[in-house]
C-alpha cells in the first residue's frame, strides 16, 4: 500500500510560530482511473460501462443539491451546499459574488473510520531549509525515542551543524509539562548527526517523562536563526520501587504532561531486580488498547497481549526469562490515553521500567 505524503508548511497567522500539515497528492485521477481500476478489481463490470455510469451519478448528486437536497451516501460522503460572505443585517440581500454558493464534501464516520485506520503517512522536507532529525536512539541501549541518563543520545539527520559558541544556536531538551535544558557536552556535531551526553530537565511529576528535543542553527553568518523539532517525543525510564512489599506505592506510566497518570503499576509478582518495557498498542480495528511486557531489544521476548477497552485493572504477564511474573496495571485514564496514542505516538508507546523489590 503506498504511504500518504505530506510536509510541514509554516503557519504565518499564529504566534509564536506553528506549523500546518500539507497533504501532497501523488497523482490526480478521474474517470478514466476509475473505470480501469474498478474494472479490473471486479471483471463483471466493463470498462465502458463503468466510464459511462461515473458522469451520470455526480450529474444526479448535482442535480439534487440544485433541488435544495443534501446528499447522503452512508458508506462514503454526504454532499450539500453551503455559503459565505457576510450581511450588514438579518434581511440584507444575498451577496452577488460568483463565489457566495460553495458545495460542502465530507466523508462519511464509516468512511472517515476506514480512511483513518489505514492510511499510512510519509514525511517530506520542508521546502525550507531547517535542521531535519531522523532519528534520535540511545547508544547505552541501542533502543529509538529514549533519553536516557545513563547513555549517550545519538541523532540522524541532515543540516544539523551548529556552532557550540554562538550564542543564537543550541540543542534544547524540553519536558512537555516543564523544564528545559540547553545541552553543553557534546561528542559530535555535524551536519548529518549529533551526539550528546543529555542533560535531562526535572518535570513536575515522577511520571511527567516526556520530553521533545530541537536543534536551533545559523546558516549564513546574518542569516536568521533556524529550529528543527524531532517529531517524537523522547521518554525517560520510570522507576517502580518495592514490588515484594504488600501494598506498593503506585508508579505513574504511560503518561504525558498531565497532572495526573493515565494509568499506574499497582502491584505485582516479581523475585528480583529487572529492568524491562511497558508496551501498548492501539487497535484501530477492534478499537481497543493492546498491553504488555516486553524486554530490552526491539523484538525480543515478549508477554501475552492484554486487551484493554475502559479504566480498570489488569494483569500483565511476564516473558520467559523475566524475574518477573505479572504487573498490575490499573487504567485511569482510560480516554486520555487513547488520545495520546492517536495524537502523538501513531499508535505505539513504550515506557522502560526499572523495577525493584
Known amino acids: 500500500m503506498a504511504t500518504t505524503l505530506w510536509r510541514p508548511q509554516v503557519n504565518a497567522l ?5 506549523y500546518r500539515i500539507q ?3 501523488r497523482n490526480i485521477a478521474g474517470y478514466e482511473e476509475m473505470a480501469a481500476d474498478i474494472s479490473s478489481a471486479h471483471p463483471n463490470y466493463n470498462a465502458d460501462l463503468v466510464r459511462s455510469l461515473a458522469p451520470l451519478i455526480m450529474e444526479w448528486i448535482q442535480g439534487r443539491m440544485i433541488n435544495g437536497d443534501q446528499v447522503t451516501l452512508p ?50 522536507p520542508m521546502n525550507e531549509k531547517l535542521p531535519h532529525i531522523n532519528s534520535a536512539e540511545d547508544t547505552k541501549l541501542k533502543l529509538t525515542d529514549v533519553l536516557n541518563p545513563a547513555g549517550l543520545l545519538h541523532l540522524m539527520g541532515s543540516n544539523l551543524y551548529f556552532d557550540e559558541d554562538d550564542p543564537h544556536c543550541s540543542c534544547v531538551i524540553r519536558g512537555t ?5 540547553k545541552q553543553s557536552t557534546f561528542g559530535t556535531i555535524s551536519n548529518s548527526e549529533i551526539l550528546l551526553a543529555p ?35 523522547l521518554r525517560t525510564p520510570l522507576a517502580v520501587s518495592d514490588m515484594g512489599h504488600p501494598n506498593p506505592p503506585e508508579t505513574g506510566i504511560l503518561t504525558d504532561s498531565a497532572a495526573a497518570p493515565y494509568a499506574v503499576v499497582s502491584g505485582g509478582s516479581v523475585s528480583a531486580n529487572e529492568r ?11 478499537e481497543r488498547l493492546l498491553l504488555s511486557l516486553i ?3 526491539e523484538k525480543g521476548a515478549s508477554g501475552a497481549e492484554i486487551p484493554v477497552t475502559q479504566n480498570g485493572t489488569y494483569s500483565l504477564p511476564g516473558f520467559a526469562g ?5 504487573l498490575e496495571i490499573t487504567v485511569k485514564e482510560y480516554a486520555a490515553l487513547w488520545e495520546m496514542l492517536r495524537n502523538n505516538y501513531q499508535g505505539r508507546l513504550v515506557d522502560i521500567l526499572d523495577v525493584t523489590v
Open 75 to 124: 458508506d462514503a460522503f454526504i454532499f450539500r451546499v453551503s455559503a459565505q460572505g457576510r450581511l450588514d443585517s438579518p434581511d440584507a440581500p444575498l451577496p452577488a459574488a460568483d463565489d457566495m454558493l460553495q458545495a460542502s464534501i465530507s466523508g462519511t464516520r464509516d468512511f472517515l473510520r476506514r480512511l483513518r485506520a489505514e492510511v499510512q503517512m510519509e514525511r517530506l
Open 322 to 326: 523475566s524475574a518477573v511474573s505479572n
Open 14 to 18: 499564529t504566534k509564536p510560530v506553528s
Open 276 to 286: 524491562l518495557r511497558i508496551q501498548v498498542i492501539q487497535d484501530l480495528v477492534e
Open 199 to 233: 542533560d535531562i530537565p526535572a518535570q513536575a511529576n515522577p511520571w511527567n517523562n516526556e520530553y521533545s528535543i530541537s536543534v536551533t542553527t545559523h546558516y549564513t553568518e546574518h542569516g536568521t536563526p533556524r529550529t528543527g523539532t524531532y517529531q517524537r517525543r
Open 177 to 181: 509539562e516543564s523544564g528545559e535544558a
Open 23 to 25: 497533504i501532497i497528492p
Open 295 to 297: 524486554d530490552m531489544k
